[in-house]
């Protein structure tokens, strides 16, 4: 029998000391993205931050608001070379589970239309859309509209 060690994934607050490897994450996969200026505040305000490790290497992260009974996920993103592998629905199901140990019964976000590896993400997730944002994200020409999409934190699976 051959036996294939995995490396342990590991889901851990984000710190000061995480900033220049989710910064350069997210400049590599978003074409407007947060700056290392809007992490680190989140960090200050206290927000529920969080980086996915797997051997050390940081291959995910995700910022979450949380007031009073409603989380709000900020960013969340998945370097490229881990994408479709599933550390996406990793950090989506984590972020559920701590808003929801932090008192959250749902969980709301924001997402391009045109983003369809995330909302594919979302739906399986059982995600709903409940509004529109008009013009909210800046794009390449004009500004795109953002879908607002929630889900309940009672039960979580997926």
Known sequence: ?????????????????????????????????????NFSDSLNAGYSAWVCRIGGELVGYAVVMIVMDEAHLLTIGVAKRRQGMGFGARLL??????????????????????????????????????GVRKGYYPGIVGREDALVLTRGLTEISA
């Open 1 to 37: 029998m051959n036996a294939v060690l995995q490396p342990h994934v590991e889901m851990l607050p984000m710190n000061v000391r995480d900033l220049d490897e989710v910064f350069a994450i997210e400049e590599s996969v978003f074409p407007f993205p947060w700056t290392r200026g």
């Open 93 to 130: 199901r984590h972020v559920m589970q701590s808003a929801r140990a932090m008192g959250a019964t749902a969980l709301f976000l924001e997402v391009r239309p045109s983003n369809d590896q995330a909302l594919e993400l979302y739906q399986h997730f059982g995600f709903v859309r409940v």
